[in-house]
């Protein structure tokens, strides 16, 4: 409950100040742009080609690919009432609150960045969530995105999910989403170590198998032991212990996944994902 | 040099007499009569009786020939052969042989005058026969024997061999002590929690030691004499030359004392990993005291069955042995590297095909 007036809260002061043309229109995805660099992260250039390339991707697919960056919430006037999460929040606000997406289903992909936290959050939305499914989400994120945002490069990171973006529509077009089982990498690295384990284990398997068979041909052997000529009963124990001297304990942090990201997923199996960069 | 020498003649036929290990008695080749030990041994003993009061003539042989040096004389032995009166020279160490001519097995009971007559003996239960089929079927499914290896390598000579063993019987008694650990783990919140337990470990006891033998022969090959043990010491039988002709039988030129050392190391060995035995349910043990003390209380001396099988091939020798009593056969063989690498391959790709059916094909 909170969290969903939280939401209108949000949607508001973003309606009265940032977007208001953007306000009560049925075809609200014409009065945005796809490239919303509001932590000015980008030069002139660079947003004016990552919104033509955006815009273009998003008409031939009819599935708007976004991108917005803030510096916080508190520039939004409502971060009092969030500790973290902000891109999460401000992603499902601009969803939900402006209908961003096309077609009846409002399809779409939404990347937001919350700089002063270094926050980010991406989910799709309506048909979206068939092109783009947690995992081409988490590839496109680990593979292309996350890795140049770590690096500050906004212009790059931003290029390679559209690249990306559009390819997993074109996929999604054709029939074959991009999955696991359509992923030309998870393919080859499958392929690798299929092949890897064909190749060694019956390297490993023939050399214990001969080599049983050589020690075969060796028979004459000193003999090491007695055990043969210990008579029934012949050992017996006369004193034993076992005493407990002391314990040790160590303790190890477990690194779990959500101190670093987490996730949200929906009844379709398609989700979002978001965390820290 | 000592000259008596003895092989025992078919009271019926004078034919000669040998141990047939299948029906325990000495039998003739001639007229087929079987004679218990017992019987033939108080019968010898009564001529022997007889041949000392008569103060038979004792054959000299130490000036026979000349050409030997004073070492080589020192090892060698000859005797008249008592059934065709032929020379035979043997070392000084073979108690018992075939004469050559005749073809009659001989006994020379004065070779053991000089030293520890055996306590025991077990006798033959194998013959010639069965150590040529033990040897054929030593062969068999081995692999990476080389081509032509069954067929070309013929047997050049086969002995049967009583050899001399000391057996000895002991006590260890020992003290170990050891440092063991006990893991766990487990999980309680973000943590992976690991409980290390250490124990000190103490453990004394005794391990007794029933006739742990050791070849007493130098030049029978000590991993050979090991290899085709143990032998069923419920068939020991106390010593006695009739169980000899037929056979090879040397006495020792190890004593006891050389041969011990061999015994403790067993002794150690079986005494450590008796008493670590006892210190399972921890999941590491480390032994950081040991003090063992070995107590021989007996040694006894005993003549053992073994076959030697003799082959040759491609100019190298090759050694068997086989258990004259339980049949057990040893000997290395060569390996085949083409053979080995062929199999090698065959494995390889067998594995490989079955392995990619599975995973590229099923899956």
């Not at chain 1, 401000?90 to 209908?99: C, H, I, M, Q, V």
């Not at chain 2, 076959?307 to 004259?324: E, I, P, V």
């Not at chain 2, 085949?336 to 899956?363: E, H, M, P, Q, V």
Request: proline fraction near 4%; charged fraction near 20%.
């Amino acid at each position: 409950m909170k969290k969903t007036g939280s939401v209108f809260l949000l949607l508001s002061i973003l309606l009265t100040v940032i977007a208001p043309a953007a306000f009560a229109t049925e075809a609200a995805v014409d009065n945005w742009d796809y490239i919303n660099d509001w932590a000015y992260l980008l030069n002139e250039a660079q947003m004016w080609d990552l919104e033509l390339r955006a815009a273009d991707i998003s008409q031939r697919y009819q599935c708007g690919i976004f991108v917005f960056t803030i510096k916080n919430m508190y520039d939004l006037n409502v971060g009092y009432l969030y500790d973290d999460g902000d891109a999460y929040v401000f992603n499902k606000a601009l969803y939900e609150g402006f209908g961003l997406g096309h077609g009846g289903d409002g399809s779409c992909l939404i990347l937001c960045l919350s700089m002063d936290g270094r926050d980010y959050w991406l989910e799709p939305y309506g048909y979206g969530k068939t092109a783009f499914n947690s995992y081409g989400i988490d590839r496109m994120l680990d593979g292309h995105v996350l890795p140049r945002l770590k690096a500050n490069d906004y212009y790059g990171a931003f290029s390679a999910y559209l690249n990306v973006a559009e390819e997993y529509l074109r996929m999604a077009r054709d029939g074959a989403p991009f999955s696991k089982e359509t992923d030309p990498v998870a393919i080859r690295d499958a392929f690798r170590a299929r092949m890897g384990v064909t190749l060694l284990l019956p390297a490993l398997v023939a050399w214990i198998v001969c080599a049983i068979w050589k020690r075969q041909m060796k028979t004459a052997v000193l003999a090491k032991s007695a055990d043969a000529y210990v008579p029934q009963g012949g050992f017996a124990l006369t004193s034993q212990s076992d005493v407990f001297l002391y314990r040790t304990t160590t303790r190890v942090k477990v690194e779990s996944s959500s101190s670093s990201s987490r996730s949200s997923s929906s009844s379709s199996g398609s989700s979002g994902r978001g965390g820290k960069f | 040099m000592a000259s008596q020498i003895t092989n025992y003649q078919c009271p019926n036929c004078s034919g000669p007499l040998q141990f047939v290990g299948e029906s325990g008695k000495l039998e003739c080749d001639y007229c087929k009569s079987s004679f218990e030990v017992a019987v033939i041994e108080q019968l010898y003993a009564d001529k022997e009786q007889a041949a000392a009061a008569a103060k038979e003539p004792q054959w000299d042989f130490t000036k026979v020939g000349g050409s030997w040096t004073d070492e080589e004389a020192a090892h060698l032995r000859a005797y008249g052969c008592p059934s065709c009166g032929a020379q035979l020279v043997c070392d000084d160490n073979t108690a018992a042989t075939s004469c050559p001519y005749c073809g009659n097995p001989t006994v020379v009971p004065s070779q053991y005058a000089d030293k520890l007559k055996p306590n025991y003996v077990i006798p033959f239960k194998l013959n010639k026969a069965k150590a040529e089929e033990a040897l054929k079927k030593h062969y068999h499914k081995k692999r990476f024997l080389p081509k032509g290896f069954n067929d070309a390598n013929h047997i050049g000579e086969i002995q049967g061999i009583y050899v001399p063993f000391w057996l000895y019987d002991g006590e260890s008694n020992a003290t170990m002590r050891y440092s063991a650990k006990k893991v766990s783990s487990h999980t309680s919140g973000n943590y992976k929690i690991t409980n290390t337990d250490h124990y000190r470990v103490a453990r004394e006891g005794t391990v007794a030691f029933e006739k742990v033998p050791v070849d007493g022969a130098s030049k029978m090959p000590d991993a050979h004499m090991d290899a085709i043990e143990p032998y069923d010491y419920s068939e020991l039988k106390p010593f006695s030359s009739a169980y000899l002709p037929g056979f090879l039988a040397y006495r020792y030129d190890e004593n006891v004392d050389t041969c011990s050392k061999r015994a403790n190391r067993r002794i150690i060995e079986s005494t450590e990993r008796l008493f670590a035995s006892t210190t399972r349910g921890y999941t590491s043990v480390t032994r950081e005291y040991s003090s063992m003390e070995l107590l021989h209380s007996e040694v006894s001396y005993a003549l053992m069955p073994v076959w030697m099988l003799y082959t040759k091939w491609r100019g190298k020798d090759f050694l068997f042995a086989m258990n004259g009593q339980t049949g057990k056969l040893i000997g290395d063989l060569p390996v085949d590297k083409g053979r080995y690498w062929s199999w090698f391959a065959r494995i390889y790709l067998t594995t490989a095909a079955l392995l990619a059916i599975g995973l590229f094909i099923l899956l």
